[in-house]
Structure formats: structure tokens, C-alpha cells
Nanobody, 119 residues
Framework: QVQLVESGGGLVQDGGSLRLSCVAS????????MAWFRQAPGKQRELVAR???????IYQDSVKGRFAISRDNAKNTVYLQMNSLKPEDTAVYYC?????????????WGKGTLVTVSS
């Protein structure tokens, strides 16, 4: 059973920074595509950033140049460095793991960590 535990959320002012972490267990981490999603109140969950086992990354357009996803396979951990945060980044951020995203792979989710950006 894959387990994902997020940490690092909190309250930050407009323009501030936060780093989210997600520790995975129960899987061969280095073979898994990892991602961060977020869900704001009243909105659907959306992809923020994804990183493949080989380190290739993709980002939602609204976070390009501000957020950076990375992974440490030795620590079974994926990170999301968030800079120049805006109030519209306020959401619950979820860690996601999938061996074959978009190809029928099973999604695993963490419980989420709340990020609040005050104006």
C-alpha cells in the first residue's frame, strides 16, 4: 500500500515562499511519477507540477517561473518550492503518485496540506 505524507503548508504573505515536502512509502519511489495537485475552495482539483522518474518536469502555466518541483530518490521525497506566492495560490496541496499517469495507472494521494497566501 502506497502512503504519501505531505508537510510544509502554512500561512504566508503575498510574495512569500514555502517549500512543500511529500514522503512516500510502500513503493519503489525511483520508478514512480510524482506530482503536486491543488484544490481551492469551490474549485476542482488541478495539476500544479509533475516530475517523472527521469526528472522531466511539467508545470501549470500559472506557476511557471515561480514554482519548482524536485525529487530526492534516496529520501523517497518530492518537493515543491513555491516562490512569489499570490493569494490565488491559496489551496489544499496534494501529493500524488502514479506509475503510469494517463495510461491507466492507479493514483495514490496524500491527505493534503493547506497553503494560505494573505494579501
Amino acid at each position: 500500500q502506497v502512503q504519501l505524507v505531505e508537510s510544509g503548508g502554512g500561512l504566508v504573505q503575498d510574495g512569500g515562499s514555502l517549500r512543500l515536502s511529500c514522503v512516500a512509502s510502500g513503493t519503489i519511489f525511483r520508478l514512480i511519477t510524482m506530482a503536486w495537485f491543488r484544490q481551492a475552495p469551490g474549485k476542482q482539483r488541478e495539476l500544479v507540477a509533475r516530475i517523472t522518474p527521469g526528472g522531466r518536469t511539467i508545470y501549470q502555466d500559472s506557476v511557471k517561473g515561480r514554482f519548482a518541483i524536485s525529487r530526492d530518490n534516496a529520501k523517497n521525497t518530492v518537493y515543491l518550492q513555491m516562490n512569489s506566492l499570490k493569494p490565488e495560490d491559496t489551496a489544499v496541496y496534494y501529493c500524488n503518485a502514479n506509475a503510469q499517469p494517463g495510461a491507466g495507472g492507479v493514483d495514490y494521494w496524500g491527505k493534503g496540506t493547506l497553503v494560505t497566501v494573505s494579501s
